[in-house]
Each structure stands twice: as structure tokens, then as C-alpha cells.
């Protein structure tokens, strides 16, 4: 049983396994006992004794609860400082896109939560945008997290939280009430609660290569939300490289360019340490080439840089270092583009007393990765140059996600619908790198967690209007600056 307690008493041996390191301990395995399912099941309702589950509810703000303004400004530290405004102004849109650049914020407040110290990777900055339909290494579409800057080992209650806050959050700003927010909280708390329980009996390969295909995804949506999930779905399957193609790029003298629009996607001519584009570049993909397995290495070879921009993506990661590849193979209707995004220490580094045993941010990023998902991007890789730390994946690969707008009452059902297929794939991922018999054992079989969940989700709702109110503040009070509308 894996078991992380924080600041202190970590057993963190299959983190290590997982990361690479203690491979002797893989001799120890064939004679150890495991404990049974029904073992694990009851060790984790043990636990409900300890941490009960209406503790989960809680939501106090404390005293000496660091300013969030303060932290987003700290993180502000190594961004390129022209790009910082267009954050701010990003974050500003709405309490919803606070939440979804301030997992800082969520990462200190949630470190003061009760916690039963079962571990998982935790994604680290969980909400309802960070899930959508990607393509496998199969061709085939699955539903999954699909963002994973900030994964790191620590206690599965922090992604279910934040999750529903997430959902809570997205209601008031489509217009819902109380009641509408706390149920899209406490369904994300539902159905990650009853995507639990049959994982526990799983075996393990059968837990590594489950995932939740296009079938399995459309069977559990009502019909009206399956018409909108087969829209996505068939938007998904028509976005691939040949379409960013045609969306990102243009013909000059006789070669595909990237579009620049400055100042999200530029043509850069050196790094923002003075070094020049093309030999940073030359010492990242050398890195990143030695990442990848033999095979996806050949494939790669047959590909040559065409071109390269620099693109502004999301909110929380704007201000870090990102990167278009445009690369070609046997002629011009044989595209591949590569984003190349920085990786800095994960938001939940401070609060978990764990040292990864790896080098570099983007390896954390990639094998946390892989772990979680199942069948990842088969390019998904790691890379280092001019002293940052990469991450490499496909730009495009048949991906696509839910979309919900301000004031949009009459989608809330349908949302709410949609938080739900976001806590059953939650608990898939945590599946995968944690312990789901005992976490199972400990969630059980009544609604005594969702209601929590719910309740958490409200509180943290109000929480996260009041942060994006300071932001407001600081903004009028010329604290920060924030970029004009059009760069948002």
C-alpha cells in the first residue's frame, strides 16, 4: 500500500520505481505478500476513522493565508516579463480563468485540508478544461486528462477537490445558482467515488491499458449531451497536422511558414538568454531525440525542421518559454508540429516532502504522464537547453474538449452532465498510479464523500471570486499591469 504523509513520514518507493531509481527493489517483488483486495478495501475504510469523510467539506480561511496576488507574482520569476500582463489580463476574463491560472493559489490553501495520506500522481492543476478526447498511439479517440504541467506524487484528495471546485466555479459563471454549483462539485465527487469501486478488482494490466474510448464515453452521456459529444468527437477526428497546416502557417517562396501574431506566436531570432534561435534549438532536440525510444527516434529522423515560433498557450503557463516546431516529411502534405513547452517544479513540490529522483522537470512531466493516461502521445518526450527545463509533444493530434460560455443557463444541465465524465476519468488516472482498492474502501458506497465534495466546491467557489476580485484590485490599484483586450 502506498501511503505519502506530508512533511514527514513519506514512503515514497514506488515513486522511485515509477521515476526510475531503487530498480533493486524490483528483486524484493516476487517475494514480498501483497496484501488481497479485500485487505486493501477494509485499510482504506479504516482510514475513514482518522480522516472522516464530511471532513472533507471543510474550507477555512485561515488567518495567515498568504496573499494570492503575492504568489502569482512570485511565479512571475523567470517568465518573460512582456508576456506577464497578457497572464493577468487572461486571468481577469472571469473567476473561472483565475482558477485555471492560479493552481498556486489552490496548491497552498489545499495543503491545509484533511488528508487520508493515500498517494497518487496527482495532476496538480485539475479542473473541467483540463480533460478533452485525444488520439491514442492506436488512432483510436479517448477521453483523459489531457494536461499534465504540474503532476506530482501527493494525495489524491487535492485533484478531486479542485476539480469540483473547478465545476462550481464554471456554473456561476454560466449563470447557475448555488444549488446548480454544488451539484456539477458533489457529481465530480460522485462519480470519481463510483469509478473507484471497479477498478479494485482489476489486475493491474488490465488497469494500464484501460481507457475510456469514444463508445464508452457516448454510452454514458443522455442522448441530448451525446449530440453535443459526437460534435466534439467529429471535430476532434477532423483536427490533425494537416489541418494546423492550413491554420498556421503560409506559403513563402515555395515553403510553409509559421503565421506570425505578435505578440502571441513570434519568429524569434534568439532565446531570452541571448542565445541564437537555431543553436538552442539544435541542443534541445538533441536532448529531446535521446528521450525518446529507438524506434519513435528513427521515425523522427525522416523529419526535417522546417520552422519555429514561439506561441503563447493557456493562462496559467503564459510568460514561460513555448515553443511551434514545424517539421516536414515526404513533401508538404506530410506535416508534423511539435510544441516544445517549458517545464518549471510543480506546484505541489513545496507541500509534498519528496524529492523526485529525476534531472529534469520536463522527465517529471513526461513519465508522470505516461503513467496516468495509458496510451500518451507517441512523441511525448523531455529536452533541456539554454538552462530551462522541456517537455515535447504533438501541436495537434485529433484533440479536442468541451466548450461552456458566460451566461450560457440553459447548457448547465448539460455541463453538469459533462463534470461527470470528468470524475469517472479522474479516477481512472489515479487508478493507474495510486492504490484504487483502498482508495475505494475509504470513498465506500453512500453519497457521504459527494456531499462533502459539494460542499467543499461551493466554499471554494466564493474563495476563488474574492481572489479574482483582488486581482481587480490590484489591477486598479497599478499593483500589476495587464495587457489590452486584443492580446487576451
Known amino acids: 500500500m502506498t501511503v ?14 515509477l521515476y526510475g531509481q531503487e530498480r533493486n527493489r524490483l528483486a524484493d517483488m516476487f517475494e514480498s505478500r501483497r496484501p488481497t483486495v479485500e485487505e486493501r478495501l477494509a485499510a482504506g475504510k479504516a482510514l475513514r476513522e482518522k480522516v472522516p469523510r464530511t471532513s472533507h467539506a471543510a474550507y477555512d480561511k485561515v488567518a495567515d493565508r498568504p496573499d494570492p496576488v503575492d504568489i502569482l507574482e512570485e511565479q512571475n520569476v523567470g517568465r518573460i516579463e512582456k508576456l506577464v500582463p497578457v497572464r493577468y489580463a487572461r486571468m481577469l476574463v472571469s473567476p473561472f480563468a483565475f482558477l485555471r491560472g492560479s493552481a498556486a493559489v489552490m496548491a497552498s490553501d489545499l495543503s491545509r485540508t484533511p488528508l487520508t495520506g493515500m498517494a497518487v500522481g496527482v495532476c496538480g492543476d485539475m479542473h473541467v478544461s483540463n480533460f ?12 483523459a486528462i489531457n494536461d499534465f504541467d504540474e503532476i506530482h506524487p501527493g494525495p489524491w484528495e487535492w ?19 448555488k444549488a446548480a ?3 456539477a462539485g458533489g457529481g465530480c465527487g460522485g462519480c470519481f467515488r463510483r469509478g473507484k469501486r471497479p477498478h479494485s478488482w482489476m489486475g493491474y494490466l488490465e488497469i494500464w491499458y484501460d481507457t475510456i474510448d469514444e463508445r464508452e464515453m457516448l454510452e454514458a452521456l443522455s442522448p441530448r449531451v451525446r449530440r453535443n459529444a459526437e460534435r466534439t468527437i467529429a471535430k476532434a477526428r477532423a483536427k490533425g497536422h494537416i489541418r494546423s497546416l492550413d491554420k498556421l502557417t503560409e506559403q513563402v517562396n515555395g515553403e510553409p511558414r509559421i503565421v506570425e501574431d505578435v505578440p502571441l506566436i513570434v519568429r524569434e531570432t534568439h532565446s531570452e538568454k541571448g542565445t541564437p534561435v537555431r543553436d538552442a534549438l539544435n541542443e ?7 528521450s525518446l525510444a529507438l524506434d519513435r527516434q528513427r521515425l523522427l529522423a525522416r523529419y526535417r525542421l522546417v520552422d519555429a515560433a514561439r506561441k503563447v498557450v493557456g493562462v496559467g503557463s503564459v ?19 511539435l510544441q516544445v513547452k517549458e517545464a518549471r517544479a510543480s506546484v505541489l513540490a513545496p507541500y509534498v ?4 529522483p529525476v534531472n529534469n522537470e520536463g522527465q517529471r512531466v513526461v513519465v508522470g504522464q505516461r503513467a496516468s493516461q495509458g496510451s500518451p502521445d507517441i512523441f511525448l518526450g523531455w529536452s533541456e537547453a ?16 468541451a466548450s461552456f460560455a458566460e451566461g450560457d443557463q440553459e447548457g448547465i444541465g448539460k455541463f453538469i452532465e459533462y463534470c461527470g465524465l470528468c470524475g469517472w476519468a479522474l479516477a481512472l488516472a489515479h487508478a493507474k498510479t495510486g492504490d484504487p482498492a483502498m482508495i475505494a474502501g475509504y470513498c465506500g458506497s453512500s453519497a457521504a464523500l459527494d456531499d462533502a465534495i459539494a460542499k467543499f466546491a461551493l466554499a471554494y467557489a466564493k474563495q476563488t471570486e474574492q481572489d479574482h476580485d483582488a486581482l481587480a484590485k490590484a489591477r486598479r490599484a497599478g499593483r500589476i499591469k495587464v495587457a489590452a483586450g486584443s492580446l487576451v
Open 4 to 17: 505519502v504523509e506530508l512533511k514527514g513520514n513519506i514512503d515514497p518507493s514506488y515513486y522511485r520505481l
Open 132 to 143: 478533452g478526447v485525444y488520439a491514442s498511439a492506436e488512432r483510436n479517440l479517448v477521453f
Open 159 to 177: 485533484d478531486v477537490k479542485r476539480l469540483a471546485a473547478s465545476a462550481a466555479v464554471a456554473v456561476r459563471f454560466m449563470g447557475g445558482d
Open 181 to 183: 454549483a454544488a451539484e
Open 284 to 290: 534541445m532536440l538533441a536532448a529531446y531525440v535521446s
Open 319 to 337: 510568460g514561460t518559454a513555448c515553443w511551434v516546431l514545424l517539421l516536414q516529411g515526404v513533401d508538404d502534405d506530410d506535416p508534423l508540429f
Open 353 to 356: 516532502d519528496l524529492r523526485l
Open 386 to 401: 539554454d538552462g530551462k527545463h522541456f517537455y515535447v509533444r504533438q501541436l495537434a493530434d485529433m484533440k479536442g474538449s
